[in-house]
């Protein structure tokens, strides 16, 4: 069943390169990719996107599973007849479940990946949601197979 393979995909990518952050990169401080570019930077984002909401710790483990459940209802109703809806829907279950292990575990999200051009810090987690949530907004507008 594919929406179960994306999903456990982006959740162990996650969860591998936090862990990979934690013990390589945050003892070392920050690693320049790319100069002026790419760098990854060890951050604890107490708050949602963007850093906004900090410490909402509890209202963010309760929202996003609300959402999850929700999200995950979806993708079985729908796995069967529209691939592309469940594929963006299963990245941005992925990624929630992702960022929402940090939360439960750790009290914060673990952020890393920053980019010049774009001032947030984020994580694989966050790239799912974004990517899974833009395509199926995309398809949403622009097809009519729902």
Known sequence: MYPILIIAAVIALDQFSKYLTVTRLMPMGDYNVISGF??????????IAFGMFQNQRWFFVISTSIIAVVVL??????????????????LIFGGA???????????????????SFFPPVFNIADSAVVVGAIALSIAILFTKEV
Do not use: A, P, Q, W
């Open 38 to 47: 790419l760098e990854f930077t060890y951050v604890e984002n107490f708050g």
């Open 73 to 90: 209802y979806f993708i079985f109703k729908m796995f069967k007849k529209y691939v592309f809806y469940t594929i963006c829907l299963s």
């Open 97 to 115: 479940i992702g960022n929402l292990i940090d939360r439960i575990r750790l009290g914060f999200v673990i952020d890393f990946i920053h980019f």
